[in-house]
T-cell receptor
Framework: QKEVEQNSGPLSVPEGAIASLNCTYS??????FFWYRQYSGKSPELIMFIYSNGDKEDGRFTAQLNKASQYVSLLIRDSQPSDSATYLCAVGGGFKTIFGAGTRLFVKA | DADVTQTPRNRITKTGKRIMLECSQTKGHDRMYWYRQDPGLGLRLIYY???????NKGEISDGYSVSRQAQAKFSLSLESAIPNQTALYFC?????????????FGPGTRLTVL
């Protein structure tokens, strides 16, 4: 079992819709959770982090964390074609951060 | 100016050659990392360093070595390159803010070993 699992996609949504990206992790001791966006051929860029159970909102992005279910998600409201990218979930505990393989998102204009 | 820079950006080399990838940062972060990225496998940690005197192996350190020359500089070497080391390599840094480990990535080096 991979330590951080994501559906590879592609996830295709129409412009203006809500995109929902999901991630599960295996280490119950994990303390910090991150979402990175990576455009093709570019480096990952941090867009959200969350440490506590519940929701955290930043503009069109909402990160959701459920430690009991070992589940973290990212919602993107009013999706735009510029949101088309691969989204990496990363889970940290102490000094270690494990990255998922990413979900490709395609927003259709 | 970019906060995390990597050189070279692209490199093609032959099997058996020694290669060095360099990373510099102006973010003032203590922690630096080297990752490789392969399609479908995500980012995998090669080495990490929490200060100049601290070097640690990651999950895939075999065939690689590193040097932390200064707080701002962290280089990755492939002593004898092999074709399965063809990948996209990223350097990253992190500080100690917020108790987490938010990482900031350089632009990457695309390495091809023939």
């Amino acid at each position: 079992q991979k330590e951080v699992e994501q559906n590879s996609g592609p996830l295709s949504v129409p412009e203006g819709a809500i995109a929902s990206l999901n991630c599960t992790y295996s280490d119950r001791g994990s303390q910090s959770f991150f979402w990175y966006r990576q455009y093709s051929g570019k480096s990952p860029e941090l867009i959200m982090f969350i440490y506590s159970n519940g929701d955290k909102e930043d503009g069109r992005f909402t990160a959701q964390l459920n430690k009991a279910s070992q589940y973290v998600s990212l919602l993107i409201r009013d999706s735009q074609p510029s949101d088309s990218a691969t989204y990496l979930c990363a889970v940290g505990g102490g000094f270690k951060t494990i990255f998922g393989a990413g979900t490709r998102l395609f927003v259709k204009a | 100016d970019a906060d995390v820079t990597q050189t070279p950006r692209n490199r093609i080399t032959k099997t058996g050659k020694r290669i060095m990838l360099e990373c510099s940062q102006t973010k003032g972060h203590d922690r630096m990392y080297w990752y490789r990225q392969d399609p479908g496998l995500g980012l995998r940690l090669i080495y990490y360093s929490f200060d100049v005197k601290d070097i640690n192996k990651g999950e895939i350190s075999d065939g690689y070595s590193v040097s932390r020359q200064a707080q701002a500089k962290f280089s990755l070497s492939l002593e004898s390159a092999i074709p399965n080391q063809t990948a996209l390599y990223f350097c990253a840094t992190s500080g100690l803010s917020g108790g987490g480990n938010e990482q900031f990535f350089g632009p990457g080096t695309r390495l091809t070993v023939l």
